[in-house]
């Protein structure tokens, strides 16, 4: 038996070292959600594919700008319906619950222990509640709003319109205290009318705007992670942008007035890759934090198959020197 054993365990290195069996045993791509303001839906794709294109999830939503999941999944919808809301249902569409009275309520998005941030033009702030969605507290003051990202340490970065003002990004730790702010109040502000921040793996911040109204024109521009603008005019995209998220090297961004969502290569200088449509007015997208259901590599099958096999033969070889 100790012999058997000893085999196998080779022969399970063999098959890892041979690409035929993954040390991880799983294929996962990143799902997104994106929300379609006039459309009143709320559309799931692929980032590993966006050729494929959108599917419909959640459709009949007064107005929805944010959208976002929780650990277990479900999915959590502002809504601009009277008063404002944020809303829940179960990944298959079933509503749950919701928090009424949050106002005009524009990104949402989730820390890793579950706090679900948002933010709220009508009362100039972001706030936080919980999966329950009892309540609403105080998080950090703004200045309309609109756009928002939380990094894997928590930080929370904030896309602030400041209508009739310069605009700026304000990032703030998971305590409320204010880390870093992004702002540019010269000739020509690459800030100007942006609704849409994200951070990719390195920490620099990406910003899209609605069109300059210096020049008319619609750009994402780039800032170091310390806050220092790196390009103006980094990506012009030519349309009127949104929210955003980077997944790799990939920068997605949202065309609210096309109803496609546009991608573009950051290893390449934010060359254009391609877009999809989604539907009517996309305003802001999020990862799904709970991944698809884990599918084996194919070279796992094949794998199991010979180690079935492979430990049929050992049982036989025993057999026969019994005999």
């Known amino acids: 038996m100790k012999k058997t054993s000893s085999f196998l365990t080779g022969f399970l290195a063999m098959l890892v070292a041979a ?19 006039a459309s009143g839906t709320i559309s799931s794709w692929n980032t590993s594919n966006p050729g494929a294109g959108a599917t419909t999830i959640l459709s009949g939503i007064a107005g929805p700008l944010g959208v976002a999941t929780d650990s277990s999944g479900n999915i959590y919808v502002s809504s601009t ?10 990944q298959g569409g079933s509503f749950l619950t919701s928090l009424t009275g949050t106002g005009f309520t524009f990104a949402l998005a989730f820390d890793s222990s579950d706090n679900l941030y948002y933010n709220t033009v009508t009362y100039n702030a972001t706030y936080k509640t919980t999966t329950s969605l009892t309540s609403g507290s105080f998080f950090a003051s703004g200045y309309s709003p609109t756009g928002m990202f939380i990094d894997a ?19 703030w730790d998971s305590g409320g205290n204010l880390l870093t702010s992004l702002s540019n109040s010269g000739p020509y502000d690459p800030m100007d009318n ?3 921040v994200t951070r990719d793996a390195a920490g620099n911040y990406y910003v899209s705007n609605r069109g300059n109204t210096l020049d008319g024109n619609y750009y994402v521009s780039k800032w170091d992670s310390f806050g220092n603008l790196v390009d103006g005019t980094y990506i012009n995209t030519g349309y009127d942008a949104y929210g955003m998220l ?18 573009y290569d950051l290893a390449n200088n934010g060359s254009y890759l391609g877009d999809f449509s989604v539907g009517a007015s996309p305003t802001y997208m999020n990862f799904a934090i709970t991944a ?11 794998a199991a198959a010979l180690l079935v096999g492979g ?8 057999r026969a020197k019994v005999a």
Do not use: C
Not at 81 to 90: D, E, N, W
Not at 153 to 171: E, L
């Open 292 to 302: 698809p259901a884990a599918v084996p590599e194919p070279g796992t099958w094949a």
């Open 194 to 196: 942006s609704h849409g």
């Open 81 to 90: 319906a009277p008063g404002g809301s944020i809303r829940k249902y179960t």
């Open 153 to 171: 340490s928590g930080n929370v970065s904030v896309m602030n319109v400041a209508t009739g003002d310069y605009p700026y990004v304000s990032t």
């Open 19 to 37: 690409g035929l069996l993954s040390s991880a045993g799983t294929a996962q791509a990143a799902l997104v959600y994106s929300a379609n303001f």
């Open 246 to 263: 980077v997944d790799g090297s990939t920068l997605f961004v949202a065309d609210h007035v096309g109803g496609t969502i546009a991608y």
């Open 311 to 318: 430990a049929a033969f050992m049982r036989w070889r025993k």
